[in-house]
């Protein structure tokens, strides 16, 4: 039986959220848990990136700042992706012991998220989609769905993203709320803003606009456990974050910070 470990909804800046995850996946070789699912908000309207991204380039940073947007750098990789009135997730722990393969361990965690929308009321799907074409190839991350992400009736609803390690796994990614304040093709450096933005809103959505009303966020999160508990193979605690876990983090913020 593995040791796992949930933390409910911590909120920190951008950064440090992007270095708390990095932590907890390269760090986590050393935990006392096995695989720990997190689930965290933005202290501020952020605009993540993907790690390889040319992020100066891509990014219009001076609309950014005016507008007190907060631009981060993901350790995994994909596309710009606007943090505004959702819940992000995460999903760290030993890749090693697992004996699974990388696909695996990404459908697992796209599973537990399944499980999570279903116990609120929507039936989504796991994509198989083998990559993103065409014009919104060149769009941000909710402009098509990718492969493993989790779509309602088609559209994208959450984008997911994983990197492995040398013995170690990091699968995150986001549940909307609602819809972003501010479209993402408005902060970017590129031709026909306008265009992205109708494709974003034919090829994705949010819970918001799926359910009318209040969510239920418990229902949501003891569903998330209890699916994290069966495909993980063990029993979970909700355990905070750790000061030493913090401060290990604070320590590379700077390595994901490009306006914080």
């Known amino acids: 039986m593995n040791k796992l470990r949930f933390i409910d909804e911590s909120e920190f800046s951008g950064a440090l959220n992007m270095a708390i995850d990095n932590y907890l996946a390269i760090g986590g070789r050393d935990s006392d848990f096995d695989f720990t699912l997190r689930l965290y908000r933005w202290s501020r309207p952020t605009l993540s990136c993907g790690f390889h991204q040319r992020i100066e380039k891509r990014v219009n940073l001076d609309k950014c700042r005016g507008l007190n947007i907060a631009v981060v750098r993901r350790p995994t990789g994909g596309r710009e992706l606007m943090h505004d009135g959702d819940i992000s997730f995460s999903i760290t722990g030993r890749s090693v012991d697992m004996l699974d393969s990388d ?39 909710l402009a098509a769905i990718s492969q493993y992400e989790i779509s309602v009736n088609g559209k994208k609803i959450v984008p ?101």
């Open 103 to 141: 696909r695996e361990i990404f459908r697992k965690a796209g599973r537990i998220i399944i499980s999570g929308l279903s116990a609120i009321g929507i039936n989504a799907q796991l994509s198989e989609a083998k990559k993103k074409d065409g014009f919104i190839n060149q769009g941000p991350c």
């Open 160 to 260: 997911i993203a994983q990197r492995v390690f040398r013995d170690s796994v990091l699968v995150h990614g986001s549940i909307p709320l609602r819809s972003p304040e501010i479209a993402t093709p408005f902060l970017l450096n590129v031709d026909a803003p306008d265009e992205i933005q109708k494709s974003i809103e034919s090829a994705a959505t949010d819970i918001g606009q799926l359910i009318k009303g209040e969510i239920n966020l418990e229902r949501l999160k003891n569903a998330l456990i209890i699916e994290f508990q069966e495909s993980f193979r063990g029993d979970c605690i909700r355990f905070d974050l750790m000061r030493e876990e913090i401060d290990k983090a604070v320590q590379t913020k700077k390595e994901w910070e490009i306006i914080d």
